[in-house]
């Protein structure tokens, strides 16, 4: 008679006998059954493919990265020329989706956000990554405005995924500025969306191959998120303990460079804002963290973006080599060698 081997947490299981009995000088003696714990991850790591929809090269990178195993989640871009493709590849390989609200580039969603609108050129496009910021900072934006269109968004996000998003951030991280921030934390709780994204990275300051200009952004960046803690959490808003993608975008994701990132990121469980959503129990230890990254292959000419073509950066081999980068079996090799899990929002 052969005895089944379980195992699971909870579970037992006898090990190098085919019974629950041995002989010993001709005597039978019963076995204890041992219990055995599983081994549990370190870290639940989200690896989220931003601009889901932008082009149709760019959805089938995220999706051919995603069957990979190099990224676990997805950020839907809904103003992006191929959103509705990028939906049902979503569905149809069943991956994790949430939403990459648009506010900076490209066309409106909301059909009440006409020429004249605060959010809008004379041309009738959003006023760009920076150009939003100026027109924040000069106090020409309206903020109703920015919720109209960020609650259109919500809104078709639904009629094309055929659910609410588990998660929403902002794209080129409007999200966390000022003003922006109180309006975006108001529409995800009246949503019932639960996670958002708080883009501080650990060693950013720390990179000598930033540029002094991408630096400077990302710094302020970092201002503007470390600012919105308050108010996400005012809102029930919840986040992962750590946040990674700054330094790793383009180019400049390598696998030393990833794995720098994510040593900086682990180094201080206890530095902000870290512990403010931590799973951790005194049992099993736990963090989890978020990558941000940008895979995909490069876009054609005058094919994707959101209303105005694709951009220099979306046109460029950089996406391809994230791509690459993502699915390296060294670096999925080290993901299970530091007990990282890759899952989605949902599953924190």
């Given amino acids: ?3 089944p081997t379980l195992v699971g947490r909870g579970c037992f299981f006898i090990s190098h006998f085919d019974s629950p009995f041995s002989e010993i000088n001709g005597h039978k003696r019963v076995l204890k059954w041992r219990p055995v714990t599983m081994p549990q991850p370190r870290v639940k790591l989200v690896v989220t493919g931003d601009d889901f929809g932008y082009c149709p090269r760019r959805n089938q990178g995220i999706v051919d990265c995603f069957l990979a195993g190099g990224i676990s989640n997805v950020s839907l871009l809904i103003n992006a020329s191929w959103a509705k493709e990028a939906a049902e590849l979503a569905k149809r390989h069943h991956i994790p ?25 004379s041309d009738g496009f959003f006023h760009g990554k920076m150009g939003f910021r100026k027109a924040l900072q000069s106090g020409q934006l309206s903020m109703p405005e920015v919720e ?3 609650r259109a968004q919500v809104r ?22 000022p003003e922006v921030r109180e ?7 009246d949503y019932g969306i639960s996670y958002t994204r708080v883009p501080v990275e650990r060693g950013l300051h720390a990179c000598p191959w930033l540029s002094p200009a991408l630096r400077d952004f990302y710094t ?4 503007d998120a470390l600012e919105s803690i308050r108010v996400f959490k005012q809102h029930g808003i919840r986040w992962p ?10 180019a400049n994701m390598t696998l030393s460079k990833l794995r720098r990132a994510f040593s900086h990121a682990l180094a201080d469980p206890a530095a902000p804002p870290s512990g403010v959503n931590s799973t951790n129990t005194t049992e099993y230890p736990m963090l989890t963290a978020e990558l941000m990254v940008h895979p995909g292959y490069p876009s054609c000419p005058l094919e994707g973006g959101c209303g105005e073509g694709p951009d220099e950066f979306s046109q460029s081999e950089d996406r391809q080599h994230e791509l690459t980068t993502l699915k390296d079996p060294s670096l999925l090799a080290f993901y299970t060698q530091e007990k990282f899990h890759l ?3 949902r599953d924190f």
């Fill in 241 to 250: 303990d750590v946040y990674l993608g700054l330094t790793t975008m383009g």
């Fill in 97 to 121: 989706i949430g939403l990459h609200a648009n506010l900076s580039e490209g066309l409106p969603v909301s059909p009440g956000l006409k020429r004249g609108s605060t959010l809008l050129t």
């Fill in 220 to 223: 302020q960046v970092e201002k």
């Fill in 1 to 3: 008679m052969e005895w």
């Fill in 148 to 150: 109209q269109e960020l």
């Fill in 343 to 345: 899952c989605a929002f």
């Fill in 183 to 189: 309006v975006f934390a108001q529409v995800l709780s």
């Fill in 156 to 177: 078709m996000f639904g009629e094309l995924v055929g659910q609410m998003p588990s998660h929403m951030d902002g794209h080129q991280h409007v999200h966390v500025l």
